[in-house]
């Protein structure tokens, strides 16, 4: 299979948009892999001292061109896919992030965040990576160990939504800010466009689940994703109305909306359908193995819909 590359240009980038009527940047066919780079951070999260945090050229590049903005992330795509149509489901292999600068950022700012009421003014951190070694290096002290992902990744949602923000994660993906979805990941996607149209970018060095000041170590990243078409089962089927993912230890069903009560539905429906589909159990019987062996766990809680996430350990069913 071919592998291609999409650089991160004022021509491969959309700033916070996601939107049936984008144009891909690059077709391929089921099975190819791409790799794509994905910068992170607007002007405003610039930092002042470039001696220790220099800003790359293709990111200056980004902030000169003057696109269209809704939403803060630089998205990467998208990337049609020979053959898909509405109704069929995109397989997104992880195979590898890689960490591409040597610095990234933390920051609050008014009126976000989990407790916004609590913290009023604008707090930004800029903290050192080491590539190398895999850490990042906290203003106040400790190290912490890099576990990258990226926090967005997403088709295009359907025609009859128009142009969405990048900050609220739904049913095409997007904005899931789940930290399970390291390289060796998959991702499931229902496609809802011809072409499916991927798309990444929101590169997270390091997250803990909650994402609860709004950002993670925000940076950026090159991804390396194969694509895999599979026909029909994708948006019909009671199985992936919503992205699911699987890890090399775990499958995971996702939940998304304002209320975090109603997430939490959302995230056991799924995962009891993803149970029957795969197993012979029947509904009763994958209700209560989810309250014997499904952690359920807070994605982020600051992207307006917030997420809940279900860990179905491989091996207990399938």
């Known amino acids: 299979m071919a592998h291609h590359h999409v650089a991160a240009t004022p021509e491969t980038i959309r700033l ?29 999260v610039m930092p002042q001292d470039e001696t220790a945090f220099p800003v790359p050229a293709r990111l200056r590049a980004i902030h000169d061109a003057g696109l269209p903005r809704i939403g803060t992330h630089m998205l990467t795509g998208p990337v049609a896919v020979r053959g898909a149509e509405p109704g069929d489901m995109l397989e997104v292999r992880v195979d590898a992030v890689e960490l591409a600068s040597d ?11 989990t407790v916004q009421e609590d913290f009023l003014d604008r707090f930004m951190s800029h903290i050192p990576v080491d590539r190398a ?10 190290e912490l160990e890099l576990k990258p992902f990226f926090g967005i990744m997403g088709v295009s949602p359907p025609p009859s939504w128009g142009r969405l923000s990048s900050r609220e994660p739904r049913a095409h993906g997007g904005n ?3 930290r399970e979805l390291v390289a060796g990941s998959k991702l499931f996607l229902p496609v809802f466009v011809p072409g499916a149209n991927f798309s990444a970018g929101d590169g997270h060095g390091v997250q803990g689940d909650g994402e609860v ?41 996702m939940g998304m909306h304002e209320h975090l009560d109603m997430a939490m539905k959302q995230a056991l429906r799924e995962m009891i359908a993803l149970i029957c589909a795969r197993s012979h159990l029947t509904r009763e019987q994958a209700y209560q193995f989810c ?15 917030k997420g809940i996430h279900g860990m179905l350990r491989k091996g207990l069913l399938f």
Request: one cysteine or more.
């Open 16 to 44: 916070g948009i996601f939107e049936a009527a984008a144009a891909p940047v690059i077709e391929i066919e089921s099975g190819d892999s791409v790799t794509l780079e994905c910068l992170s951070g607007g002007p405003e």
């Open 213 to 253: 000041c709004v950002n993670g170590l925000e940076m950026s990243l090159d991804g390396r994703f194969t694509l895999v078409l599979h026909k029909g089962g994708g948006a019909t089927d009671p199985v992936l109305r919503h992205p699911v993912a699987e890890t090399p230890t775990h499958w995971i069903s």
């Open 291 to 305: 309250s014997l062996a499904v952690d359920f766990r807070v994605t982020q809680t600051v992207n307006g819909e």
């Open 133 to 142: 070694r895999g850490v990042c290096s906290l203003p106040w002290g400790p």
């Open 103 to 113: 610095w990234g950022y933390c920051g609050i700012r008014p009126l976000a965040g």
């Open 176 to 178: 899931l800010d789940n």
